[in-house]
């Protein structure tokens, strides 16, 4: 499993396929207050529901408020069999609010 930092998320977002998911997995109350444009939430505890339908598409960036989320939700997709899980494990929605980029 490849871990990222929000940064480089930040910066392959311009050259990502449709085929490709930002799944947000902080609350649904977290994810209203401000999200990335095009993520889905999931909260972390409940990725393991969604594991057969994330294995269509090519990468899955999994991501949360400052990473400890996202690598037990991506640790879990990795277990149920996954290979395209992508763990943004340095930083989050945070670091992304801190620097102003853009949110739905």
């Not at 444009?37 to 057969?52: C, K, L, M, R, Y």
């Not at 090519?58 to 037990?72: E, P, Q």
């Amino acid at each position: 499993m490849e871990i990222i930092s929000i940064d480089d998320l930040h910066d392959r977002m311009g050259d990502m396929s449709e085929n490709n998911l930002i799944l947000d997995v902080r609350s649904p109350e977290e994810y209203s207050a401000g999200h990335i444009v095009g993520s889905q939430n999931t909260p972390h505890e409940e990725v393991n529901g969604i594991a057969a339908d994330l294995g269509s598409y090519d990468k899955v960036y999994v991501h949360c408020k400052m990473g400890g989320r996202a690598k037990m939700a991506s640790e879990a997709l990795s277990n149920a069999g996954l290979n395209n899980i992508v763990c943004v494990g340095n930083g989050g929605m945070e670091r992304w609010m801190q620097m102003g980029w853009p949110v739905e």
